[in-house]
């Protein structure tokens, strides 16, 4: 079975410039995650969702991330205008459902000059 | 948001130690996972406990649900070279859907 795939697995740009970020989730799996990972941190939820509807995504910065996952498959995650402090390592994952195991991406690592 | 309390926060052992690690909370958690993180990629789930007081192994790793349910632990038993990385535990509070906490990370380092 093929896990979850992510492009691109780097990216460095300016602040103010926008950046966008692709996951494909596991065949089958109804439940997508995008995560933010801070350099010795672990990850933090941005947004969930269950198939293309939006579960949670009460710690997404609303004002410049955005994300959508509009057939319920591969879903995109935008940062528009990037600050220095978005410089970190976007993880997607999914699971089956929304009560079971998550399993993760390799992640997008972005650092922002 | 919810905190957990991952110690320690770094551990430098040698090939064929055992080692132990744990994870804290003021609150209670119905599940406990532990993941590890190997460079440059995401984390992969090692174990998941579902049980106050369950005790499950894999492998050379075991780990075990609090009985309070505000705690876990992971023991790595004989350690080799590959076991490097950083471990991360998990929880999944009671009432949230699937919404997972995760701790800072322990960075595991196995000196040959």
């Known amino acids: 079975e093929a896990g979850v795939a992510q492009s691109p697995r780097y990216k460095i740009i300016e602040k103010r410039q926008s950046v966008a970020f692709w996951c494909n989730p596991i065949s089958g799996h109804a439940t997508l995650y995008w995560y933010q990972q801070i350099l010795g941190q672990g990850p933090k939820l941005l947004i969930q969702f269950q198939n293309n509807g939006v579960v949670d995504d009460s710690q997404l910065p609303k004002d410049r991330f955005s994300a959508e996952r509009l057939k319920g498959v591969d879903s995109t995650l935008k940062i528009q205008p990037a600050k220095l402090e978005d410089s970190a390592v976007y993880l997607c994952?999914?699971?089956?459902?929304?009560?079971?195991?998550?399993?993760f991406g390799p992640g997008t690592r972005l650092l922002v000059l | 948001g919810q905190q957990l309390n991952q110690s320690p926060q770094s551990m430098f052992i040698q090939e064929g130690e055992d080692v132990s690690m744990n994870c804290t909370s003021s609150?209670?958690?119905?599940?406990w996972l532990w993941y590890k993180q190997d460079p440059g990629e995401g984390p992969v789930l090692l174990i998941a406990?579902?049980?106050?007081?369950e005790l499950t192994s894999n492998g050379r790793l075991t780990a075990q649900f609090g009985i309070t349910r505000k705690d876990s632990f992971l023991n790595i038993s004989a350690s080799i070279p590959s076991d490097v990385g950083i471990y991360f535990c998990?929880?999944?509070?009671?009432?949230?859907?699937?919404?997972?906490?995760f701790g800072k990370g322990t960075l595991l380092t196995v000196n040959p």
């Open positions: 609150s209670i958690f119905n599940t």
């Open positions: 994952a999914s699971s089956r459902t929304g009560f079971e195991t998550q399993y």
């Open positions: 998990a929880g999944l509070l009671e009432g949230s859907n699937y919404k997972l906490t």
């Open positions: 406990l579902y049980k106050a007081g």
